[in-house]
């Protein structure tokens, strides 16, 4: 079955700062590697993804990359604000007949102002 | 993006009770359903994927029979958990996928925060 590694598991950074949280996943037939932000209580939720078809996406201040030689997906935020201070998860699945995501373990990001 | 709910928010039972917990969407006829388990600081643990009209799966070390799961229709998921102990405390989140051509989205409901007695 499919591994996803996350890392860093914290990651502090000062307002304003870039953050860069990273994923690799094992199986070569994953298609899709979304991203999720939780907050402390509430539900996950997407705010980015990106399919193996293209190698970059950008959302304002959120980009994710796809290295799919490597295996290995990024999350990278830039221009932080306290209000990003969450738990952000990436997930690595098959998209099109067997969706079964696997997640990451989480990285708790805190953005001190 | 779609929307999910999930019912109740919170609820406190005694030990040996069973409670139910309702994951609907609601401006979309889900796909799939899956219920997580998720213990503080730690990631969303898979415990069953459910699809409309047949038997959910389960994942390895679930106990289908502890955690009853009915999917009555394409927009209704429930989640019994059945003589609910106090090691079954926790937060359940229940999410829903949506089909668009040959991609799915997933969209998570608000949780429940289960505490037994």
């Known amino acids: 079955g499919e591994n996803v590694e996350q890392h860093p598991s914290t990651l502090s950074v000062q307002e304003g700062d870039s953050a860069v949280i990273k994923c690799t996943y094992s199986?070569?037939?994953?298609?899709?590697f979304p991203w999720y932000k939780q907050e402390l209580g509430k539900r996950p939720q997407l705010i980015i993804d990106i399919r193996s078809n293209v190698g970059e996406k950008k959302d304002q201040r959120i980009a994710v990359t796809l290295n799919k030689t490597a295996k290995h997906f990024s999350l990278h935020i830039t221009e932080t604000q306290p209000e990003d201070s969450a738990v952000y998860f990436c997930a690595a699945t098959f998209s099109g007949g067997s969706y079964i995501p696997t997640f990451g373990r989480g990285t708790s990001l805190i953005v001190h102002p | 993006g779609a929307v999910v709910s999930q019912h109740p928010s919170r609820v406190i039972c005694k030990s040996g009770t069973s409670v139910k917990i309702e994951c609907r969407s609601l401006d979309f006829q889900a796909t799939t359903m899956f219920w997580y388990r998720q213990f503080p600081k730690k990631s969303l643990m898979l415990m069953a994927t459910s699809n409309e009209g047949s038997k959910a799966t389960y994942e390895q070390g679930v106990e289908k029979d502890k955690f009853l799961i009915n999917h009555a229709s394409l927009t209704l998921s429930t989640l019994t958990v059945t003589s609910a102990h106090p090691e079954d405390s926790s937060f359940y989140i229940c999410?829903?996928?949506?089909?668009?051509?040959?991609?799915?989205?997933?969209?998570f409901g608000p949780g429940t925060r289960l505490l037994v007695l």
């Open positions: 999410s829903a996928t949506t089909t668009s051509g040959l991609q799915e989205t997933q969209y």
């Open positions: 199986d070569s037939a994953s298609n899709y």
